[in-house]
């Protein structure tokens, strides 16, 4: 009897050593970190690292601790693994994921030691604060996912910014302000060294939270099941497609364009785009005719969606759409 090959951790390379930039998505939610780092130690997470050099000080200065950078910039990501790989450090591993996303997905109750938010995007505009993101439901969040007691350090060259968090942070009913003074590299980072060449003031503040009572967000949708829809019925080659959209419990489903492939294999393609509070995600869902004749309408897993309720929705929508402009019959909904 031939045994299935090993399945190998998605945080671990070919030959067995550690990744430090890692897939996310793919990743069990929440992630068991002191198998990702082989040991248990105290975790902090950054979100927001730019170029990576404050991460890399802070755990050079810190090896016994371990350190999770977000960052949602492809360049910024490769710049901080370029000065990882150079220096030779260990205890780092970087995610390139928004940060409301990742506290509620990837982090358990009490994972986290710290947060730290250097010089966060300020969304200057008043209609634009609602972007924010150290607003009441995030300090709540974190506040869910932080050991009692433990902080998030906020360093800003935006004062409206820092008033707005301090207001955020005590209506949140999770977190005191503390006045304590910044450590040396966080005014030595990529924004800090530029914004105080141009004499603006650098202002730094911890929030210290403590998370008893708080509900604590279940993590969204998993790749449990994959979502799909068999149909049966004529063909439909020639359909006129408009774009629509259509109301999900948690958020919207926006059918932007669909194609009917000529040749070969009987197929449509769907581009789709599932909008929720905490996530906004790019699909390609794809209907096509299977060996029996029926019709399966499903999700290309390239992109590695989570599956959450919009995500299904959009293949439920998807399926009324043939249902309703091609007279196609549902046979089965497993959605």
């Known amino acids: 009897m031939i ?10 390379r070919n030959d067995g050593t550690a990744r430090a930039f890692l ?5 069990a939610h929440p992630v068991d970190w ?28 810190a090896p016994d601790e371990d350190h999770v950078g977000l960052e949602v910039s492809g360049t910024s990501v490769q710049r901080a693994l370029r000065r990882l790989r150079r220096d030779g450090i260990g205890n780092v591993r970087i995610l390139k994921a928004p940060a409301e996303v990742a506290v509620r997905q990837l982090f358990a109750p009490g994972a986290l030691a710290s947060v730290t938010v250097n010089f966060p995007d300020p969304w200057p505009k008043e209609r634009h604060e609602r972007h924010r993101l150290l607003r009441v439901p995030f300090f709540r969040l974190a506040a869910s996912r932080l050991v009692p007691g433990g902080e998030i350090r ?46 603006r003031p650098l202002v ?25 829809a068999l149909l049966d019925g004529p063909w439909p080659s020639d359909v006129a497609f408009d774009k629509f959209v259509v109301p999900a419990t948690e958020g919207h ?7 009917s492939v000529v040749g070969g294999e ?44 919009t995500v299904r929705a959009a293949i439920g929508a998807v399926t009324d759409w043939f249902e309703r402009n091609a007279g196609m019959r549902v046979l089965a909904r497993n959605y």
Not at 3 to 12: G, K, Y
Not at 23 to 27: N, T
Not at 38 to 55: C, I, N, Q, S, Y
Not at 188 to 199: D, F, V
């Open 34 to 61: 002191p198998e990702v780092f082989g040991r248990r130690a105290p975790l902090h997470l950054e979100v927001g690292f730019g170029d990576g050099r404050f991460t890399a000080a802070r755990a050079r200065a």
């Open 154 to 199: 906020l360093a800003s060259d935006h004062l409206p910014y820092v008033a707005f968090a301090r207001a955020e942070a005590l209506a949140s009913g999770v977190a005191r302000l503390v006045e304590r003074p910044a450590p040396a590299e966080v005014f030595e980072t990529k924004y800090a060294l530029k914004w105080r060449g141009q004499g």
């Open 23 to 27: 897939p996310w998505r793919r990743l």
């Open 204 to 228: 730094y503040q911890v929030f210290v939270l403590d998370g008893v009572g708080v509900p604590v967000p279940e993590p969204l949708g998993r790749h449990d099941r994959m979502p799909h």
């Open 253 to 259: 489903v926006i059918v932007h364009e669909a194609a």
């Open 266 to 309: 009987e197929r449509w393609l769907f581009r789709v785009t599932v909008d929720e509070p905490e996530l906004v995600q790019q699909l390609l869902v794809v209907a096509q005719r299977r060996g029996g004749g029926e019709v399966i309408v499903r999700l290309e897993s390239f992109g590695d969606p989570l599956i959450t309720p």
């Open 3 to 12: 045994e299935a090959p090993a399945v190998r951790p998605v945080h671990l």
